[in-house]
């Protein structure tokens, strides 16, 4: 009985994907395939209860308890639906990330760069490992640790692995200050026109350098320049891929006035067809791989689509939600707002309350019209929070993949030098944006 719930769990799936991408083609009332997409998605989310794991119950208790606070009425039918159809690009974004993932771990390019990385001296591997986690997780998210987890030497110790899967997490979830690559950046275009989201991601690039730089010489004093350019060698193989794709996608979404979600949804799967028909004796791991992620990354789906669809009730729909005048949030200090908000993402996350949760409540709040805030920084400043929060928190995707890859226990993962990291990132990265929101008021 299982396996067949499963089975029709992952046709749901496949053809809420395919009804996914049509959408973004041909997005009008007539296409079909997106009402047949939609009922697809709501059966696959349905069957997908029953095997959720505890901690992510605890993560959706949080968000209908957050609804309940938030939400004055039930959503009607009508509501409903609609809020259906605009989560339907998620049903898209986690099989395309899973796609990805498998096609990219198959490229000799990436092969090359392991192989780099495992030469490292003992004291640059954790800049090595950063800086690869860093511009590889932009692309590819949590499937840079299986890249650099192979990278690790077979009899290596528990201190060694445990260093590699701090800098690897550093590294991957401080690219989500930039790339568009990351749910993160489709939360925060839910709540923020898509200019806006842009323009955050790109103080985000500054942001990223500026933190890769200081945490990196935190944790390794003793690191020069030459160093650094030694450990940014492991880069050098798959550095044409990774700005290909980027190109891509961004080029994707300026033309055709897409979302980033969209441009990724259409874009990747082409560059992957395109890798197959290079090597088509690597067509059926890639598929066979995706399946399997199908199969088995269906807890994010559902917690990110649910997190969506309070966020779609929030901006979208009048007379739902409550007003926020109630609860006197005008009276906090504009210029604190964005330091509060990526500042309360970390010190939730502790406490195992994912990003996706402090984030709705959070950009609900501050992206209301009571703050005269340029909304390109509180996009940044919520993915300074997305970064540090994924960074600390046990019941991050981030941590977990990470920890089961390098064999390190989740907490020693999750609390040891990052938290100095995050903590120091959450407060200065946020009143940097704090700074350039005040010049901009007085110039």
Same mark, same amino acid.
């Given at each position: ?192 026109? /898509? #200019?806006?989201? +842009?323009?955050? !991601? &790109? =103080? ?5 350098? *500026?933190? %890769?730089?200081?945490? $990196? ?113 005008? /009276? #906090?200090?504009? +210029?604190?707002? !964005? &330091? =509060? ?5 970390? *010190?939730? %996350?502790?406490?195992? $309350? ?90």
């Amino acid at each position: 009985m299982i396996q067949i719930l499963n089975s029709i769990r992952l046709y749901a799936f496949i053809i809420s994907w395919m009804a996914s991408i049509s959408s973004i083609i041909w997005d009008n009332e007539k296409n079909v395939l997106i009402d047949i997409g939609v009922y697809s998605f709501g059966v696959f989310l349905i069957l997908t209860i029953p095997f959720l794991k505890r901690q992510s119950i605890f993560i959706v208790l949080i968000l209908i308890l957050l609804a309940s606070v938030i939400f004055e009425r039930f959503p009607n039918i009508s509501e409903i639906i609609n809020g259906a159809e605009f989560i339907l690009i998620f049903a898209g974004l986690i099989p395309t990330m899973g796609l990805v993932r498998a096609a990219a771990l198959k490229m000799k390019s990436v092969k090359l760069s392991q192989s780099l990385l495992s030469k490292l001296p003992k004291e640059l591997m954790p800049s090595g490992f950063q800086v690869t986690g860093h511009f590889s997780g932009a692309v590819i998210n949590t499937g840079v640790f299986a890249m650099l987890s192979a990278s690790i030497p077979k009899d290596a110790n528990e201190s060694y692995r445990r260093s590699a899967a701090e800098a690897s997490l550093r590294g991957m979830a401080s690219s989500a200050c930039w790339s568009p690559f990351f749910v993160a950046f489709a939360v925060g275009q839910v709540y923020l026109a /898509s #200019i806006h989201a +842009w323009l955050g !991601l &790109v =103080i985000g690039i500054v942001i990223g350098l *500026l933190y %890769s730089i200081a945490s $990196i010489k935190f944790v390794t004093p003793s690191i020069s320049f030459e160093k650094l350019k030694k450990s940014l060698s492991c880069l050098k193989p798959i550095s044409n891929h990774l700005i290909l794709t980027m190109v891509s996608v961004v080029s994707m979404a300026l033309i055709f006035n897409l979302t980033a979600l969209s441009a990724v949804i259409l874009v990747m799967p082409i560059l992957v067809i395109i890798q197959c028909v290079y090597k088509p004796e690597l067509y059926r791991e890639i598929i066979n791989e995706t399946l399997g992620s199908m199969r088995n990354n269906i807890d994010d789906v559902l917690i990110i689509s649910f997190a969506m669809l309070i966020g779609y009730f929030v901006t979208k729909s009048d007379g739902i939600t409550v007003d926020f005048r109630n609860f006197n949030v005008e /009276s #906090i200090p504009e +210029w604190s707002v !964005l &330091v =509060i908000i990526p500042f309360l993402m970390t *010190l939730v %996350s502790f406490i195992g $309350i994912h990003p996706v949760i402090s984030s709705t409540i959070l950009l609900t709040i501050f992206t209301s019209s009571f703050f005269n805030i340029e909304p390109y920084l509180i996009m940044q400043a919520h993915l300074i929070g997305w970064c540090t929060g994924t960074l600390c928190s046990m019941a991050s995707l981030s941590v977990i993949t990470c920890s089961n890859l390098f064999k390190v226990p989740s907490h020693k993962v999750a609390f040891g030098v990052n938290v100095y990291v995050v903590l120091g990132f959450s407060l200065l990265g946020g009143a940097f944006l704090s700074i350039i929101n005040q010049l901009i008021k007085y110039f």
